[in-house]
């Protein structure tokens, strides 16, 4: 059938190419095959094989084969699509890439969406906000979809691979490389197989690789980096994201995870609440979002009292009643994955477990969920950075590092551990705002003489922008 004969040539095209735009081509295309139209029914299980055999590479390649086993199950279940892609489509194509983004909800569930090339974020929020049956503004969305980098092996090239087994077994052959490749170009990995039969196992990778900034250009900007101000000279580049951040509105998806994967980054999308206040009720999303906040570190807790109470409010939720009696019955309920990463170095689990344990014993954790939630809740309320979106900068007048924390009130900075305000702005106080791809820039209302005592002071210009921050997320 002609379907079976396009999608032997696609992959024909997609395996084992040492040209990598000819590939990124390639998968592109099986990208837009797989929406359309599937293979026959004798076709469809070799296809499948193939794409499953790619879906572990690093970096987009990966991302395509999963995205086409999605749409390809869709295809051959439904069959071939009326809607055939305008030109406009095919060209977005060429623009950014189609993703199988992975959203991570506050319930621990990975959901896997396809997104195509010019879907934004506002369209995706949408989509999980109905999966997950949750009511929002729709003109003023409360909630959003962050983004946080993971790091991911560097995908390897046949050439770099080859090289590195023959540098280790027989580094007279390195100079015949290209050769044995152009030789082997249809199945590179018979040749593997039979050099590690010949030879002996693969050997290892170099692990020491190039350190690298989160971003080298903020994932949003489609722009140059502009002179700013006089600030056009070489400059350090500024702190890379520690946390997830939300990401805007009009934001493509496909332009976010093709820059992280440039940089050898793997992004993760997370599904949660980005506007927040101390009036909102206790609500199990609240909840789950402040255990996730708390268990990673973005709500900062260094007391051990309230370190201990929030664990043994987070093992006991929907335990039913049944309390624990044994620290070896806390680390059952999951003790270790509610207690931060810090506190875990400065005491032992068991110790941990036991501080816990008194608390249940004592009566001072409650066994409903609405007051476990409530209680856990309140707590976090209390802190000063509670509903926070936090960013980070460098400030132009001082050169130095900053947290900047975003929440309904205003724009904040925060010190280095995120735990004190250090200066606050008021939304009210800010004049204009704006970014570039390199600097969000303020105009703000002029400071009185107790706030110019500050630490963080102001730009003396006469170009009506006092606070200038270089930072790698100046539009988010």
Not at 217 to 229: E, S
Not at 311 to 331: D, I, M, P, R, S
Request: charged share 25%.
């Amino acid at each position: 059938a002609m379907t079976d004969e396009i999608y032997i040539q696609i992959a024909k095209h997609c395996n084992g190419n040492l040209k990598s735009a000819s590939e990124d081509k390639a998968w592109l295309l099986m990208c837009m095959c797989t929406k359309i139209f599937p293979p026959t029914k004798e076709f469809a299980p070799y296809l499948v094989n193939f794409l499953i055999t790619h879906k572990n590479a690093a970096g987009l390649i990966g991302n395509y084969a999963r995205l086409c086993i999605v749409q390809l199950d869709a295809t051959i279940e439904l069959g071939p699509t009326w809607f055939k892609p305008n030109l406009d489509e095919i060209t977005s194509y060429n623009k950014r890439p189609p993703i199988l983004a992975t959203i991570h909800t506050l319930e621990g569930k990975p959901i896997d969406y396809p997104v195509t090339p010019e879907m934004r974020v506002a369209q995706v929020l949408d989509l999980v906000r109905r999966k997950e049956r949750i009511e929002d503004n729709l003109d003023h969305p409360t909630w959003g979809i962050y983004v946080i980098a993971e790091e991911q092996r560097k995908r390897e090239t046949p050439r770099e691979r080859l090289i590195r087994f023959y540098k280790h077994y027989n580094p007279s052959k390195i100079s015949h490389v290209d050769l044995f490749l152009d030789h082997w170009k249809d199945n590179p990995e018979e040749l593997f197989e039979k050099l590690v039969f010949k030879y002996g196992p693969e050997p290892d990778r170099d692990q020491k690789e190039e350190e690298k900034g989160m971003l080298s250009l903020p994932i949003t900007a489609a722009m140059n980096a502009v002179k700013f101000l006089g600030f056009g000279q070489k400059r350090e580049q500024p702190p890379p994201p520690e946390t997830p951040w939300p990401l805007p509105w009009w934001t493509h998806l496909g332009d976010v995870y093709f820059r992280m994967t440039k940089q050898n980054k793997l992004p993760r999308f997370v599904f949660k609440k980005r506007l927040i206040t101390r009036k909102d009720p206790a609500d199990k999303w609240l909840y789950l979002q402040c255990v996730d906040d708390i268990r990673m570190g973005y709500l900062p807790v260094h007391e051990a009292t309230k370190v201990s109470t929030l664990a043994a409010l987070a093992t006991q939720y929907g335990q039913n009643g049944n309390k624990a009696q044994t620290v070896a019955e806390l680390k059952g309920m999951g003790l270790e994955k509610y207690i931060p990463d810090k506190s875990l170095k400065e005491l032992p689990i068991d110790e941990w477990g036991n501080m816990c344990l008194d608390l249940i014993k004592k009566g001072d954790i409650p066994t409903s969920k609405e007051k476990i939630q409530e209680q856990f809740v309140n707590i976090c309320k209390q802190m000063q950075v509670f509903g926070m979106n936090y960013f980070y900068a460098r400030h132009a007048a001082s050169d130095k590092n900053y947290v900047i924390a975003v929440d309904v009130d205003g724009i904040h900075v925060l010190d280095p551990q995120r735990t004190k305000v250090n200066r606050s702005f008021g939304f009210a106080s800010i004049r204009k705002f704006g970014a570039t791809a390199e600097y969000f820039w303020m105009n703000i209302d002029e400071p009185n003489k107790a706030q110019q005592k500050s630490k963080f002071q102001f730009l003396s210009s006469n170009t009506g922008i006092n606070v200038l921050l270089y930072t790698l997320q100046s539009w988010e």
